[in-house]
Antibody, heavy 121, light 109 residues
């Protein structure tokens, strides 16, 4: 069974930093690309970042580029999101999501339960 | 900034049929947009339903189907069940970036 478990969320002041982690199990983590997706309270989904299976390709949404950094450690089955210069509008539940394997046009097939990040003074 | 637009809300009767659409501010949605659809119920993580415009995941109920309709991606539900009441999101690909639609709240009444 695919499991994605996020951690590292919490309350942080504007301008502060936070690092999210996602531990994967139940599949060969190193074979899959991964995404971070967020959802502000009562709002819709927003794609945040993508990393390929070997970390050779990363992409960011315009809203976080230059402030957030996605990374992974395949030996530890772990995905990370380093978030700097946080703003109130970054307050959201952050989901770790698995990309699809060898399926054209399939972007995400599994999701974690999410980690809440609150940016407030 | 690319905007993906969905109907904010739709209502359907149990057993009925409904179509949700997904439009792009950059022009017609095509097969190259590789539309994906997700279902999210309150308090839960999203669940993938459709990929590459028309393909179902192994767990997707047969009553869900994807298509292109009038320059938009579309998700159709036939024989709607009460448990289909949820928020539905489309996701489009823009060559190194992905954009979710704003979501459609589907009410089964």
């Amino acid at each position: 069974e695919v499991q994605l478990v996020e951690s590292g969320g919490g309350l942080v002041q504007p301008g502060g930093s936070l690092r999210l982690s996602c531990i994967a199990s139940g599949f060969t983590f190193s074979s899959y690309s991964m995404h971070w997706v967020r959802q502000a309270p009562g709002k819709g989904l927003e794609w945040v970042s993508y990393i390929s299976s070997r970390s050779d390709t990363v992409y960011y949404a315009d809203s976080v580029r230059g402030r957030f950094t996605i990374s992974r450690d395949n030996a530890k089955n772990s995905l990370y999101l380093q978030m700097n210069s946080l703003r109130a509008e970054d307050t959201a539940v952050f989901y770790c999501a698995r990309g699809c394997y060898a399926s054209r046009g399939c972007w995400i097939d599994s999701w974690g339960q999410g980690a809440l990040v609150t940016v407030s003074s | 900034q690319t905007v993906v637009t969905q109907e904010p809300s739709l209502t359907v009767s149990p057993g009925g049929t409904v179509t949700l659409t997904c439009a792009s501010s950059t022009g017609a949605v095509t097969s190259g947009s590789y539309a994906n659809w997700f279902q999210q119920k309150p308090g839960q993580a999203p669940r993938a339903l459709i990929y590459d415009t028309i393909n179902k995941h192994s767990w997707t109920p047969v009553r869900f189907s994807g298509s292109l309709l009038g320059g938009k991606a579309a998700l159709s539900l036939s024989g709607v069940q009460p448990e289909d009441e949820a928020e539905y999101y489309c996701l489009l690909y823009y060559g190194g970036a992905w954009v979710f639609g704003g979501g459609t709240k589907l009410t089964v009444l």
